[in-house]
């Protein structure tokens, strides 16, 4: 295999990588953070009234300087008060919305 296609190869591992990482939705992600988190948590951006429990989404968003694996992998542990478990693609895509809050 000749230096290009040793590259390509590359690239198109690291994007197949990326994709995975990302691979939730983020309007369904949305709608189950809506659904679930916000009962502790304030899951939209901006300037907030209310007083959340627990971390506001773009305050978790920066502390996982976005690293999606480890918020997925973080959101279907063990979860400090919370009486519900994720499965594997709703924290996917809890945490694609997630990742648009992080700035």
């Not at 007083?51 to 773009?58: D, G, K, Q, R, T």
């Not at 976005?66 to 809890?94: I, Q």
Request: charged share 20%; with cysteine; proline share 6%.
């Amino acid at each position: 295999m000749d230096h290009f296609h040793k590259a390509a190869a590359c690239c198109l591992a690291l994007i197949g990588a990326t994709s995975a990482a990302f691979g939730g939705d983020v309007e369904r992600g949305k709608r189950l953070a809506q659904l679930r988190c916000a009962a502790c948590h304030i899951i939209g951006p901006g300037p907030q009234n209310e007083v959340a429990e627990s971390p506001p989404f773009e305050v978790i968003g920066r502390k996982w300087s976005f690293n999606a694996d480890a918020l997925v992998f973080a959101l279907v542990g063990p979860h400090r008060k919370m009486n519900f478990g994720l499965t594997r693609p709703e924290a996917d895509d809890v945490a694609a919305y997630i990742a648009t809050l992080a700035k």
